[in-house]
């Protein structure tokens, strides 16, 4: 170990500092790269986060696959980053049943916001985000910024936006390799989630600091879901980028016009 070497409890002290306390309930989503060199790696940063809601907290990270294999949570790696693709591997963390967009949580609330993730919309009513955002769960961000802040498309579902019915079908690999197909709800473009940075900055909702050389940024699920949910209450669009090679944010466009005609023909009636 270097001196330089960022240390656990350099980490646990700096998300502290912030605000986080023993008993809370927080979402990260991380960056390892960004924090320089850690000492013990993706798995210092994983029990960090851990340590720093311990005890009677739970942690929680996104450990999506999109979908790139048939789904085991028992072997199916992570592709949301290396802190959680170590997080979910620690022997007492728990990880959700979805095929394409599981979470994985560490601490006694785990179990409970994770059961079930298999029979609700990926990231909808019911779902491990949409649980965190009632329980009104921290939401850090450690060396990313809202694009990665998978809490906004919490607002998207509870302001039931227009462009929420697209669905892929997803694999699960059961017992004896057995893999079965499954139909899921398939969440949107994240490019533009940056947007609601300002108001939230506004509204004094944003704690910031650093761990190593990670920017920390720390707000609140209900904060966040709040000021998206705003914004989509002025412009069904507003969380959507204007890059002209996305696709997705295309499809939600064109089922925002579709819906609106809907409605416009509806009251002509
Ligand atoms: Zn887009």
Partial sequence: MRMTDVKQHDIVAAIRSL???PGDLLI??????SFGHVAGGAKTVAEALIESVSPEGTAFVPTFNYGSLPYDPN???SLTGAVTDA???LPGAVRSAHPTHAFAGFGPAAAEVLEGHDKVPTLGRGSPLWRLWERN???LLAGC???ANSMIHVAEEAAEAPYLDRTRVAHVLGSGNKVTDVTVRRPGCSSAFNIVDGPLRRANNVREGKAGRSRLTLVRSAAVVA???ELLRRDSAALLCIRPDCDRCAWARQRISE???ERSSSRSD
Avoid: E, I
């Avoid at 990260?28 to 790269?33: D, E, K, P």
């Fill in 137 to 139: 769960a921290w939401v």
């Fill in 259 to 261: 819906r609106n005609s």
């Fill in 227 to 229: 000021v998206a949910m």
């Fill in 28 to 33: 990260a989503h991380t960056s390892l790269s």
């Fill in 87 to 89: 997080f979910w591997r």
């Fill in 75 to 77: 072997t199916t790696p």
């Fill in 145 to 147: 910024d809202h694009r």
């Fill in 19 to 21: 605000g986080v306390a």
